[in-house]
């Protein structure tokens, strides 16, 4: 018994520290974003703000500072490109890659050469894209529009997608297809009202992580973008380092901003995220 | 009936593979166009073509060895301890009170942006004032320059990895564990087996394709670790923390457009990565996990 | 499923909504330096109430990607900004993409404001951050240098002084020269004197970034810029900077050039993580308390002005030139770009940023430093801020990057190699920087 009771308590501490490390950060974040100014550095760190604030968001009449470093009223027009970025990223992601997926998965297009290709594509560093993509977009006038950056998010989240679809897809009974069309369905009507409402689990996880990829990437948004007309979140804290100073306080606001709407997003997702995240892989 | 089948199935990838032929493949030989090039865009002056130049400075340049060597230390630390620390948390939290609660609480930094995790680590990470060397302080160690020493700050950027990415393997994993049938486990507990055997004999043999799966993936993944070097070290102190992507990036843009050779140091990190890939996919068997 | 729909639904109409409105007017599109982007803004809404049909949409650009994307933008013509500051060692680089303006002025005298005087900038301003081969290719906007920041009460302290007197034998006084430095930094570090009331002497930043590149140059332009330097090197070339020779080779491979790194590395002990730290951290630890010393960019006085450590300001904080006399400089300009198709509102926009009376008001608001001698003269602005005759003598003495077009090449090759030499890595001396040196040549042939 008393065995049971130490092996326990051990357990809890050891979960205490888990989420200690993995929080910790997260929590640092968040307290910043309400902390005043004098509260932002100093020894020992303010571990609990004994008063909180709300001029990290609404801005403060302080110093030399305007509304542009010291608020994130303009936030706006950025969450609302992040959010179109993201949610058309995740949306034509699933679209394209689920119907490559079943394809692949029941009739073995192109086989184990475009499969490969498809892998190898999700290997691809964004960094080796960068020069042509802007070159090609410049030519295209694409630069600085949602449209830039949500295609090249698409090259990144389509591949793992399909990837993990074709897996699903194939978890999928053959003969519920077959059944299909021999009473006269056509692939397209199979694919689209039978085979996935069963897989919806895989595709609303893949939607997820597209979303959750999207929301997040710097670098092709920082080459692709360049005003309030295309520019996504994390490109929109730049803004808050400055020669005068660094301004942790809305920095971490806006962190906070960009981080709140992928954080419920996924939550909500997570029962299909545990069920889609497979790969198929586990065989029984 | 047969070719309407196959005219409807090829059409459904063909979204993909026009696609893809368009912004990979026309990257792609526009880079190896511009590889054999001299092409900076601060020069003002057109492309001219100089040969294999590009592809021999690479192996004198100090920068790709620091790079390189930086790369390596993070596949050699980094990833083991992810994985291992992702399994341990994935079989740690079965059945345990709380088990879901948990369980949504650690994605939390697998959804955190990285620019924002960079912001967050830097302050954590601050030599006089940050929490990091706080803790470490009650513990009577004293501050550690974390982002202002070679080895420190390679400790750093392999700290913020693990948080980041820890919580993706744990999820694999964690989701692995739920698909492995009750029964199995079942029948092993009849058979006498505890839960060591169990994990030994049952559980790790089914998940051994998802372990393949996530080396493979971290392995690229850190072949592209960029942002978060970007916000908190920019590379630095001297070379220790320069990231292949990162010092692709500062060639091929922050000096100004070196086209010419970023191309070359891309075309080089694709055809390692696509080796790696090969070697890996063979390995762990892709196709009969995909049935093709 | 059902939920994802509605949310998409949701986003649609978001799309659709704000786009109906179609706009007439000419919108100008300013790219801004973070540090500059507020003050610009508030002369935008300015310049929007007199010219209503012009839309003026300042965009913050971190300094990082600045650079890169107006080059970017500049080489392939795309104009997808009108008007943006530039760096003033980046003139070099980006000088092809910018109009210039004294032909521009020329050929549309319907646009020229008469009061806007453009002999009333000084000449070496003028020159570095507006001219490039003969071109006006920008007007300066941020006359931006760096002073020698120190904690007043510190250094008037009778207790302190007696101490330092007893440790050194030598007066307590703020430090005119980098030797001197050594002294007193050490004397206000914690580890090395247990009564001393600040943690660390003095805060220096030698990060991984471009800032090492021009705080080298608090260390070794007092040597290049010596009678003896002047001799052995030549006068400084404002294209080329203190780095190099008259006859544009580089001068910093040389007996001198090592012991600006090794004053560097001398102060490095009394000073908190200076090689993780930029100007983010040490305008920080002066701020705190923490350090006693900090050499730093105009900018910081607001944040200073306000750290609760630091009051009563008026007897805390001092401004001082740099020790050995070398300031840094560190302007911006503002410039117009050659595909631009709103060239004439541009110019109006750019005309009425520099102009005399929002020199002025930049600066008493914002304190973005003044780049007209007129503002720098007026008397209200001397009272409101005693940095301001600093100025006018740092103006005249501070030491230049170079703004060749390869500079941030070279700087990126220099950076990496005096870290390493800081750490300890490298070895530090002319052999070693011989080879930074061959680099540089090589760079430059092409």
């Known amino acids: 018994m008393l065995r049971k009771i130490i092996i326990s308590f051990l357990k809890w501490i050891l979960l205490i520290i888990i989420l200690f490390f993995f929080l910790f950060p997260v929590y640092w974040l968040v307290t910043t974003a309400f902390k005043h100014s004098q509260d932002w550095f100093s020894w020992p760190p303010v571990l609990i703000p004994r008063s909180l604030t709300l001029e990290n968001f609404t801005g403060q009449a302080r110093g030399f500072e305007g509304s542009l470093s010291s608020s994130i009223e303009n936030i706006v027009p950025y969450l609302k490109n992040s959010l179109i970025i993201a949610l058309f990223t995740s949306l034509f992601c699933t679209i394209i890659s689920a119907s490559a997926a079943y394809s692949i998965a029941r009739f073995k297009t192109g086989g184990r050469r475009l499969a490969s290709w498809i892998v190898s594509i999700r290997m691809l560093p964004p960094i080796s894209t960068v020069l042509p993509i802007y070159i090609l977009f410049r030519n295209l006038k694409l630069l600085d529009t949602w449209w830039a950056v949500i295609l090249m998010h698409l090259v990144f989240t389509i591949p793992f997608s399909t990837w993990v679809l074709i897996s699903f897809f194939n978890g999928i009974p053959k003969e519920l297809d077959e059944a299909a069309y021999i009473d006269g369905a056509s692939i397209w009507k199979t694919f689209l009202y039978l085979i996935l409402p069963l897989s919806a689990p895989g595709i609303a996880a893949m939607a997820t992580l597209a979303f959750i990829m999207s929301w997040g990437e710097f670098l092709i948004a920082l080459i692709l973008t360049s005003s309030p007309r295309s520019q996504t979140l994390p490109i929109f804290l730049g803004r808050y380092i400055t020669g005068f100073r660094i301004a942790w306080g809305p920095l971490a606001a806006a962190g906070l901003v960009t981080m709140i709407p992928v954080i419920v997003f996924s939550f909500t997702m997570q029962r299909y995220l545990l069920k889609g995240l497979t790969f198929g892989a586990v065989k029984y | 009936m047969e070719k309407t089948i196959k005219k409807s199935a090829i059409l459904m990838v063909l979204p993909l593979i026009l696609f893809f032929v368009f912004l990979t493949i026309f990257p792609f030989l526009y880079m190896l166009f511009m590889s054999f090039h001299h092409y900076n865009l601060l020069e003002w002056k057109p492309p001219y073509f100089i040969g294999l130049e590009n592809y021999i400075n690479v192996f004198k340049d100090q920068g790709v060895k620091s790079s390189l060597s930086f790369t390596i230390t993070l596949v050699l630390v980094a990833l083991p301890i992810e994985i291992l620390l992702g399994t341990f948390i994935a079989i740690f939290i079965q059945n345990l009170i709380g088990e879901k609660f948990v369980r949504s609480v650690l994605l939390i930094p697998m959804m955190v942006p990285a620019v924002v995790a960079g912001v967050m680590w830097k302050m954590l990470f601050n030599v006089e004032y940050g929490p990091v060397n706080y803790f470490l302080s009650l513990l009577n160690i004293d501050k550690i320059p974390w982002l202002g020493s070679s080895f420190y700050s390679k400790v750093a950027v392999i700290i913020m990895d693990i948080w980041q990415w820890t919580p993706f393997i744990f999820l694999v994993l964690y989701a692995g564990i739920q698909t492995i049938p009750q029964d199995l486990i079942e029948a092993g507990k009849v058979d006498g087996a505890n839960r060591w055997m169990i994990l030994r004999h049952i559980e790790f043999p089914m998940l051994k394709p998802l372990f393949w799966i996530l080396i493979i993936l971290r392995l690229v993944d850190i072949l592209k670790l960029f942002d978060i070097v970007y916000m908190t070290t920019f590379g630095g102190p001297g070379y220790a923390t320069h990231s292949i992507s990162f010092y692709i990036y500062k060639v091929s843009v922050s000096f100004g457009w070196d086209v010419g050779y970023g191309s070359a140091l891309s075309v080089l990190l694709l055809v390692v990565i696509t080796i790696l890939t090969t070697i890996l996919i063979r390995t762990m068997r892709l196709w009969e996990l995909l049935e093709l | ?446």
């Open chain 3, 1 to 446: 499923m059902r939920k994802y729909l509605v949310f998409l639904m949701f986003v649609l109409i978001f799309i659709l909504g704000p786009n109906l409105q179609a706009q007439k007017e000419v919108v100008l599109n300013v790219w801004s330096s973070p540090d500059n982007a507020d003050a610009l803004t508030d002369i935008a809404n300015r310049f929007m109430q007199k010219y209503p049909n012009i839309k003026v949409q300042v965009t913050p650009i971190s300094w990082e990607v600045l650079y890169p994307r107006m080059l970017a933008d500049v080489a392939t013509k795309t104009g997808a900004f009108d008007v943006a500051t530039w760096d003033v060692m980046t003139a070099g680089a980006v000088a092809p993409g910018f109009v210039d303006l004294e032909e521009f002025r020329k050929q549309n005298p319907d646009l020229v404001d008469p009061k806007w005087d453009p002999k009333d900038f000084d000449p070496t301003i003028w020159h570095i951050a507006g001219i490039w081969a003969g071109k006006n290719i920008g007007i300066p906007f941020y006359c931006n240098t760096m002073l020698f920041y120190y904690r007043k009460d510190l250094f008037n302290d009778a207790k302190l002084k007696a101490q330092f007197k007893a440790m050194t034998g030598k007066t307590l006084k703020v430090p005119t020269t980098w030797e001197e430095t050594i002294d007193v930094a050490k004397f206000f570090t914690k580890k090395f004197n247990p009564n001393s009331p600040t943690d660390y002497g003095i805060a220096l930043m030698f990060p991984r970034t471009h800032t090492l590149f021009y705080m080298y140059l608090l260390f070794f332009a007092p040597y290049r810029r010596s009678p003896e330097g002047i001799k052995k090197w030549g006068e400084v070339d404002l294209d080329y900077g203190d780095y190099f020779t008259a006859d544009k080779k580089p001068a910093f491979n040389s007996p001198e050039g090592v012991k600006a790194l090794e004053m560097m590395k001398a102060l490095m002990p009394y000073s908190p993580d200076p090689l993780g730290s930029d100007y983010g951290e040490t305008l920080e630890y002066f701020a705190k308390g923490t350090v006693a010393m900090v050499p730093q960019w105009t900018g910081v006085w607001a944040n200073f002005k306000v750290a609760p450590a630091l009051q009563p300001f008026d007897k805390k904080v001092g401004v001082a030139m740099m020790p050995s006399g070398r300031s840094v400089s560190g302007n911006w300009a503002l410039g117009l770009n050659i595909a631009s198709k709103n060239k004439r509102e541009a110019f109006l926009f750019i005309q009425f940023a520099t102009n005399k009376e929002n020199d002025k008001i930049k600066f008493m608001k914002f304190g973005v430093a003044p780049s007209r001698l007129s503002t720098v003269r007026d008397p209200e602005v001397r009272k409101a801020d005693p940095r301001v005759s600093v100025f006018l003598e740092t103006i005249k003495t501070q030491s230049h990057r170079p703004r060749i077009p390869e500079e941030p090449k070279l700087e990126d090759i220099t950076v990496g190699a005096f870290s390493q030499i800081l750490l300890g890595e490298r070895p530090n001396t002319v052999e070693e920087l011989n080879k930074i040196a061959d680099e540089w040549m090589k760079i430059l042939k092409k």
